[in-house]
Nanobody, 126 residues
Framework: QVTLVESGGGLVQTGGSLRLSCATS????????MAWFRQAPGKELEFVAG????????GYAASVKGRSTIARDNAKLTVYLQVNSLKPEDTAVYSC???????????????????WGQGTQVTVSS
């Protein structure tokens, strides 16, 4: 059974930082590209950041680029997302996703991912 479990969310003030973690089990982690998505109340699920299975390709949404870092630890089967300079508009449920494809690359499209976590709530107060 494949599981992805996010942690690290919470309530933070504007300008603060959070480090989200996504611990996986039941899959060969090194074979999967990983990504973070988020969904704010009343809005669609949106891509935040992605990392290829070998860690060489990384991408960010424009809304978080320059203040976020995605990283993976294949030994710990975990992917991380550090977000700095948090804004109220970053408030959302953040979910990680795993994708297995021949090219090993991440995607910004939600329907290309095989597995999803339940999500962790991030609330940024103004």
């Amino acid at each position: 059974q494949v599981t992805l479990v996010e942690s690290g969310g919470g309530l933070v003030q504007t300008g603060g930082s959070l480090r989200l973690s996504c611990a996986t089990s039941g899959l060969t982690f090194r074979n999967y590209a990983m990504a973070w998505f988020r969904q704010a109340p009343g809005k669609e699920l949106e891509f935040v950041a992605g990392i290829s299975r070998d860690g060489r390709k990384i991408g960010y949404a424009a809304s978080v680029k320059g203040r976020s870092t995605i990283a993976r630890d294949n030994a710990k089967l975990t992917v991380y997302l550090q977000v700095n300079s948090l804004k109220p508009e970053d408030t959302a449920v953040y979910s990680c996703a795993a994708r297995s494809t021949s090219d090993g690359d991440y995607s910004t499209k939600t329907n290309t991912y095989n597995y999803w976590g339940q999500g962790t709530q991030v609330t940024v107060s103004s």
